[in-house]
């Protein structure tokens, strides 16, 4: 018997987040989470969310298709970036959703390989990584 890691996917990883609101917007939720329309306040506000996601989602697919982004996840291997850099290559990462770049990458490695990087959303890479490409992170 084998066993395999298990690799979310990018709709099944999730990134918390602080908002601010006011004082009545908050208890407008909290009373329709009292009222039963939603289970508790991150309910209402993914829901909300999603609402103003899907309202725009024209806009989102023609931006993605005109900046040609990755839409979802996108990993980069340590074996991907050797690859890139044997070819005497560099990316231009643009990515919408989940960027990764294995933990076996070195920093110098990132940086010969990766010229540009745009994430909207999140990007894991180890600590070193990140620092390296700050200059090339927008």
Known sequence: MSVQAFRPRAGDITEKI??????????????L????F?????DLIRTAIRNQ???????VRQTVARKTFVLGSQHYSRRDLEAVQAAGQTLQIQVLGL???AEDV?????RATIASMVVLGVLHASPAVKAALADRIH
């Open 106 to 110: 070195s920093p110098e490695l990132a």
């Open 53 to 59: 996601l899907a309202t725009h989602s024209e806009v």
């Open 38 to 42: 939603y289970s508790n306040r991150s």
């Open 18 to 31: 602080t908002i601010n609101l006011g004082v009545v917007d908050l208890g407008q939720i909290d009373l």
């Open 99 to 101: 960027a990764s770049i």
């Open 33 to 36: 989470v009292r009222e039963g």
